[in-house]
């Protein structure tokens, strides 16, 4: 399979606790994003890399969230102190820079549960 | 101002019939517009891409484009159950972000 994946699928946890998600983008799109979702409503934008460079990150995140990729392959998602507010689907998406039109394949999602 | 609007629905549209789902957006330099299914609890699927005035074509679904007027439309024709889903339009911004709107739900009734 050479689309996008997402680990893990699923995640419960109780409030005050750190969670990691990892996404694995398609080998060779150089660009990673990640949204949020939650229910009735579009992804929100989170963050997005280039490579390992990590080009933007929302004002609306808390600095409880952190996002790394470090060797520009792989990508990481860290929340810390995570909050009831937190549950939602996280999603990963890449695309290669430069390609016209420009089109973001998505993985299959990260749900948080925070209890 | 949201970037990206879309009529939440619930768009209802018999078996067979054309469905049309509507987005606005705010930025004129947009170029690159998105059309995405999604299915309940689960992710995105890309169906069309356009970034030219005018339509564009694939199987039964046509996306219309009109940037003076800042709209982008997906025609689902011959509509089937299996397209009952929530329709998401996207943007992409100068600096390839891409913007969602919030979806439309659409249910085709058999």
């Known amino acids: 399979d050479t689309g996008v994946s997402q680990d893990p699928r699923h995640k419960i946890t109780k409030r005050g606790q750190n969670v990691t998600f990892r996404c694995d983008p398609i080998s060779e799109h150089n660009r990673l994003y990640w949204y949020r979702q939650t229910l009735g409503q579009g992804p929100e934008f989170l963050t997005y890399?280039?490579?390992?460079?990590?080009?933007?990150k929302s004002r609306l995140l808390s600095d409880r969230f952190s996002a790394e990729r470090p060797k520009g392959s792989f990508s990481t998602l860290e929340i810390q102190r995570t909050e009831q507010g937190d549950s939602a689907m996280y999603l990963c998406?890449?695309?290669?820079?430069?390609?016209?039109?420009?089109?973001?394949?998505f993985g299959p999602g990260t749900r948080l549960t925070v209890t | 101002q949201k970037e990206v609007e879309q009529n939440s629905g619930p768009l209802s549209v018999p078996e067979g019939a054309i469905a049309s789902l509507n987005c606005t957006y705010s930025?004129?330099?947009?170029?690159?517009f998105f059309w995405y299914r999604q299915y309940s609890g689960k992710s995105p699927e890309l169906i069309m891409s356009?970034?030219?005035?005018g339509d564009k074509e694939d199987g039964r679904f046509t996306a219309q484009l009109n940037k003076a007027s800042q709209y982008v439309s997906l025609l689902i024709r011959d509509s089937q159950p299996s397209d009952s889903a929530t329709y998401l339009c996207?943007?992409?911004?100068?600096?390839?972000?891409?913007?969602f709107g919030p979806g439309t739900s659409l249910s085709v009734i058999p």
């Open positions: 930025d004129r330099v947009s170029q690159s």
């Open positions: 998406a890449s695309a290669t820079k430069g390609g016209f039109p420009y089109e973001q394949y």
């Open positions: 356009i970034y030219s005035n």
């Open positions: 996207a943007r992409k911004t100068s600096y390839d972000k891409v913007i």
């Open positions: 890399f280039q490579n390992e460079a990590q080009l933007e």
